[in-house]
């Protein structure tokens, strides 16, 4: 079923707990749970113990790469962690983060989420002046570019401003040195990333804020596009260096809200569950239509369905249960047998739905393979009807800032019309939230939004 999504880009996680020696990995190994969801492939955690930095990283979940006995060996007060998936060099081991690299300061790591879109001029440029590069990833090209602004600049986090500069793209950061931990967000602010404190006065840096709920810190701010952030080894105080903000204007990626973070999040000032049902309330406006009940489809469809529920007045039903033990797909299934991998891991609730006239709400649309499936799996359970509601508009474009959306031409809405997808997912009506009401889904979002692979509006060439 996740193949036919746009996949996460990655989740990091930073943290700098003076009291937290016994505990810091530990922590950044719950922090690194409650980002899961930005990436599956690898993951990793670099703890700092009085300036001697270790680091344990592999392939798999988070649970599968780390133990209990990790933590005993890794004591410190500073951490960052990385879980990943690959938009840029592929899921092989030595792309797992974050990357620890020994440079003319000593040791530093860094873990990024995003994607750097002068990747290929700046490798050529490091390449000519005899670079060895140990991995295919873009995350390497932004060290590199920290480690030669180090030379000439008066700290670490100078340098990662100065690097900035060179940087085009997304990229939310988390750089560890031997003293300080730093948090980084382009300038446009593509990805997530933010702040939090415990009552211990622990700071936590995050993709997103479940991930500060998981260690018992409470937000604090967001970084802000273009930011750079610091604190120090034996300091309670963050410094901020903003020479790079306010430089374009900012554009959070407005699919965060839809499908990517997590609901109990809240990003850029906006609650991520409330986005989704305001999704939802926009759909029922917008798209009207007679049905018994409105399901949604676990787990981004959800929300929305409440919101389609409430605003359209027709009674919500539990559509489907998912079964929650696939975490991920081991075996490929053949064509022949992908209805029944759906059916395993989405069971519609036959006694619900059989007779009804249902909508059904889901995030979004990539290639319909699996719409269809779901669509057909309501109707043999008895559907009298079945109208689609997507919380997005359609895709259209390909996405360059850290998210794996195909080309154009595995796009299903860039390739047919929208009566011919509708055909295509056996549905009886089909709609999508429209372009005008998406950005109304944050109001409460202190930032404007990329919306590129809807509108075509690149927010950078
Ligand atoms: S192109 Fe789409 S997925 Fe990519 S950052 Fe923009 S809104 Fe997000």
């Known amino acids: 079923m996740n193949s036919d999504k746009p996949r996460e880009e990655c989740g990091i996680f930073g943290i700098y707990d003076p009291h937290g ?3 810091i990995a530990a922590n950044v190994y719950f922090g690194l749970m409650a980002l899961q969801h930005r990436g599956q492939e690898s993951c990793g955690i670099a703890v700092n113990n009085d300036r001697d930095i270790t680091y344990r990283k592999g392939l798999g979940l988070v649970n599968e790469v780390f133990n209990p006995s990790f933590f005993e060996e890794l004591k410190g007060d500073m951490a960052i962690g990385h879980v990943r998936y690959s ?45 060895i590069f140990q991995t295919t990833i873009d995350s390497e090209i932004i060290a590199y570019t920290i480690a030669k602004e180090r030379v000439h600049s008066r700290s670490v986090e100078e340098a990662v401003s100065f690097a900035m500069k060179k940087l085009k793209g997304a990229y939310s ?18 990805r997530p990333l933010c702040v939090g404190k415990t009552k211990n006065g622990a700071y936590v840096f995050a993709s997103e804020s479940c991930a500060l709920d998981a260690v018992d ?26 020479t790079n903000c306010n430089k374009y204007k900012s554009t959070m990626c407005i699919f965060e809200y839809i499908y990517f973070a997590r609901p109990d999040s809240i990003i850029g000032g906006q609650f991520v569950q409330e986005a989704r049902r305001r999704a939802g309330g ?24 409440k919101g389609y529920s409430t605003e359209s007045g027709i009674p919500l039903e539990e559509g489907f249960v998912k079964n929650r033990y696939i975490a991920r797909t081991f075996i490929r299934p053949t064509q022949a047998s992908r209805e029944s991998a759906v059916r395993v891991k989405l069971n519609p609730l036959r006694e619900r739905i059989a007779g009804k006239r249902v909508v059904m709400v889901d995030d979004s649309i990539v290639r319909g ?40 031409k595995e796009l299903i809405a860039h390739q047919y019309t929208l009566d011919e997808t509708r055909r295509y997912i056996n549905a009886d ?32 060439s």
């Open 173 to 190: 950061l988390v750089v560890m040195s031997p003293q300080k931990v730093i948090a980084a967000r382009d300038p446009w602010g593509f």
């Open 87 to 131: 938009t840029h060099g592929d899921g092989r081991a030595e792309n797992a983060q974050p990357l620890v690299l020994n440079y003319i300061k000593g040791i530093f790591a860094v873990a990024h989420n995003g994607n750097i879109l002068n990747y290929d001029e700046l490798k050529e440029e490091y390449s000519q002046s005899g670079s």
């Open 369 to 408: 393979t699996t719409c269809k499936r779901i669509v057909n799996l309501l109707k043999k359970a008895g559907a009298a009807e079945v109208h689609v509601r997507i919380c997005a508009p359609p895709f259209l474009n390909p996405c360059y800032f850290g998210t794996d959306i195909p080309s154009e």
């Open 217 to 242: 810190a409470t937000l604090v701010r967001d970084v802000l596009p273009g930011e750079v952030v610091m604190i120090k080894r034996g300091k309670d105080e963050l410094i901020s260096d903003t």
């Open 21 to 23: 020696n016994g505990d």
């Open 282 to 305: 926009y759909l029922a406006k917008q798209a009207p239509v007679p049905a018994d009940i409105v399901i949604g489809v676990p787990d981004s469809g959800i929300s929305a369905a």
């Open 429 to 460: 009506s089909l709609e999508y939230l429209s372009l005008e009401n998406l950005p109304k889904i944050a109001p409460d979002a202190k930032t404007d939004f990329c919306t590129a692979c809807f509108s075509n509006d690149y927010p950078v």
